[in-house]
């Protein structure tokens, strides 16, 4: 199972890309955000675009655990 290493909604808040800028500006849909929101693994683009922002690789933002 994937799962977050870190609360990824509030490190992009820290650093500066507030819920309303990330809708206004299309850098993540709704639906995506609530799923970060929910601890919920969001999609391949949406990853994508959270790597972009927090100049991270994706190994930094999740990891995989035994269920």
């Known amino acids: 199972m994937l799962v977050y290493k870190f609360d990824v909604l509030k490190a992009?808040?820290?650093?500066?890309?507030?819920?309303?800028?990330l809708r206004k500006e299309k850098l993540l849909g709704e639906n995506n955000i609530q799923y970060?929101?929910?601890?919920?693994?969001?999609?391949m683009k949406a990853l994508n675009?959270?790597?972009?922002?927090?100049?991270?690789?994706?190994?930094d933002?999740?990891?995989y655990i035994e269920e």
């Open 61 to 63: 933002i999740i990891k």
């Open 12 to 21: 992009l808040i820290e650093s500066g890309y507030s819920t309303h800028r």
């Open 36 to 43: 970060l929101r929910e601890n919920k693994i969001v999609g």
């Open 49 to 59: 675009s959270i790597c972009k922002l927090l100049d991270m690789q994706p190994g």
